[in-house]
């Protein structure tokens, strides 16, 4: 009797062992709920273009005074009514976009800022200059934890984001950029990365001040994109932050540059180089969060094409 009773309370603990707490599982059961949602709106996002497309031919040829266009004459009495309905912020269809950023400037972004596995002191030493240069952010440890568990308590501790550097031989070449909950996540290989105590001159003390943002010659969809990605990591500046950051792309490598201003005299402006300093090039945008393998691809990189060499995405 006394084994059957340990061997009972044995299995029973490891039940207790093996069963999620419930406020796990309603967060999991949440996260599925919403990506199951945003799947489907997305999915949508063709047909609403179509009826966009229509309703703004409709609206041109009114205001116009024109005769309606044969191919918007059959739909017209019943998109008459949605576009009298309609105005200027609800005319446009929203995209999956919307529901990704839909609160970027008006809830400040918090950053979860790690590293890959067992990373080597130069690649601390990166990840600590990340943390001072995105506001808001917290660097962690990463240890031993999975993927899967590195997303989870990044959630449950309602980080808006999470940056991920990795190494190869002690040198930093690669930046993840995941949005949470629902994604995207964006690839960046690293190249030329100078860091704050290698920088000649000097470096600049570090301002914690809201930094402005410069996005340069991101023109195509993707482009905008990516800017959009970069700088949804930041928090809306004060109009005399003396603070500036540089996205610059050329020929699809993106240059990162972070500087102080200061205006000695009322005609003249003195750059003051912060640092760090590296090259971004962006290899694939993925519609999900890091751990989701699942997930479609918005853009992959292939440079071993016969127009890879003519193409500039950015």
């Known amino acids: 009797r006394a084994d059957l009773k340990h061997r009972q309370l044995d299995i029973q603990s490891l ?14 059961r949440r ?21 966009y497309e229509q309703k703004r031919v409709i609206r041109e040829a009114l205001a116009s005074g ?21 105005d200027i912020i609800t005319e446009k269809p929203k995209s999956h976009i919307d529901d990704e ?22 690649l601390k030493q ?9 506001p808001n952010s ?20 309602e980080f ?21 909950p629902l994604g995207p996540t964006a690839y960046f290989s690293i190249n030329n990365t100078v860091m704050r105590h290698d920088l000649d001159p000097p470096a600049a003390p570090m301002s914690e ?8 010659n991101f023109n195509s969809e993707l482009g905008k994109r990516v800017g959009n990605i970069l700088k949804c990591l930041f928090p809306v500046p004060r109009h005399d932050s003396k603070r500036v950051v540089t996205f610059a792309n050329d020929n699809d490598f993106i240059s990162f540059r972070h500087h102080m201003y200061s205006k000695p005299a009322h005609d003249s402006v003195t750059l003051h180089e912060v640092g760090p300093r590296f090259e971004l090039r962006l290899y694939q945008i993925r519609l999900g969060t890091m751990e989701q393998q699942e997930a479609d691809n918005e853009y992959v990189l292939r440079p071993y094409q016969n127009t890879a060499s003519k193409r500039q995405v950015l």
């Open 15 to 28: 039940q207790t062992r093996e069963m999620p707490a419930s406020s796990d599982a309603a967060s999991r």
């Open 126 to 134: 990166f990840a600590k200059e990340i943390k001072l240069l995105i």
């Open 31 to 51: 996260q599925t709920r919403l990506r199951r949602e945003y799947i489907y709106r997305k999915s949508l996002e063709g047909r609403e273009k179509v009826a």
């Open 66 to 86: 024109k005769p309606l266009p044969t191919e918007v004459r059959a739909s017209y009495d019943a998109l008459r009514k949605e576009v009298d309905a309609e």
């Open 160 to 180: 808006s984001d999470v940056v991920v550097v990795q190494e190869t031989r002690g040198e930093p070449d690669g930046l993840v950029v995941c949005h949470l």
């Open 101 to 122: 950023y839909g609160d970027a400037g008006l809830v400040e972004p918090r950053v979860c800022v790690t590293t890959s596995r067992e990373p080597s002191s130069r």
């Open 209 to 216: 001040a809201y930094p402005h943002i410069i996005l340069h």
């Open 138 to 157: 917290t660097r962690i440890n990463r240890g031993n934890n999975r993927v899967d568990e590195l997303m989870e308590s990044c959630r449950q501790s």
